[in-house]
């Protein structure tokens, strides 16, 4: 039996994680950075330095996001069928609340001018705002299994990854009075040879 088949998961989305962990975090990875940083490079017209991106983009959507899918699918492989997070309507709940919240952030972003109506509408947001709901789908659609079977290693690993987005959200200023932090975290990881 498949991932997929074990979680009940939606046809095509969820068979990401059928194929093994180093198969799920590629895929991860490919939608989120690889080819949304491509995008804002084309647009600009050079190779954005990485230090330029934020940081929450920079750590989570190349490194956390696909860990979480390496550690998911791993855990997936043994997972027992049923409960709650095996029914579609679970599943479909998810992918609609995830693109309720990619509308939400973009209407948010524009309202804030973050990111106005003009950069909305080129393609690295676009694709961005068209994958958010895929990422959040595989994400929170497979965590309740991830945290109620995984074992210890899969926890600490899930627990490390909320708390890295958690502090690039705050270092990436989308909290009050955090700009100053971020740049001073910059300035650190550049003198050490990171960034």
Same mark, same amino acid.
């Given at each position: ?5 074990i979680i ?9 994680l059928?194929?093994?962990p180093?198969?799920?975090?590629? &895929?991860t990875?490919f ?5 949304t ?6 647009e600009?017209g050079?190779?954005?330095?990485l230090?330029?991106?934020y940081?929450?983009f ?7 996001? *696909?860990?979480?899918?390496? =550690?998911? &699918?791993s855990?997936? &492989?043994?997972?027992?069928p ?5 029914s ?7 992918l609609?609340l995830g ?8 209407w948010?972003e524009?309202?804030i001018?973050?990111y *106005?109506?003009?950069? $909305?509408l080129?393609p690295?947001?676009?694709?961005h ?6 990422a959040f789908?595989?994400? =929170? ?7 109620? $079977?995984?074992?210890?290693w899969?926890?600490?690993a899930?627990?490390?990854g ?9 270092l990436?200023?989308?909290? *009050?009075?955090? $700009?100053?932090a971020q740049?001073?975290l910059? $300035?650190?990881?550049?003198?050490i040879?990171?960034?």
């Amino acid at each position: 039996m498949s991932v997929s088949e074990i979680i009940g998961g939606l046809p095509v989305i969820s068979s990401v994680l059928d194929h093994g962990p180093l198969v799920a975090a590629f &895929a991860t990875f490919f939608v989120m950075f690889g080819v949304t940083y491509p995008l804002i490079c084309w647009e600009w017209g050079y190779w954005l330095p990485l230090r330029r991106l934020y940081l929450n983009f920079l750590v989570c959507d190349a490194f956390v996001y *696909p860990g979480y899918m390496a =550690v998911a &699918a791993s855990v997936l &492989a043994d997972a027992d069928p049923g409960n709650f997070w095996a029914s579609s309507s679970w599943h479909w709940s998810v992918l609609i609340l995830g693109t309720v919240l990619s509308l939400a952030v973009c209407w948010w972003e524009m309202r804030i001018e973050k990111y *106005p109506l003009d950069v $909305q509408l080129e393609p690295w947001k676009i694709w961005h705002t068209l994958t958010f709901p895929i990422a959040f789908y595989w994400i =929170v659609s497979t965590l309740p299994i991830v945290l109620l $079977q995984g074992k210890l290693w899969a926890i600490c690993a899930v627990v490390s990854g909320a708390l890295l987005f958690l502090a690039t959200s705050v270092l990436d200023g989308w909290l *009050p009075g955090t $700009q100053k932090a971020q740049r001073r975290l910059m $300035q650190v990881l550049s003198s050490i040879g990171v960034l």
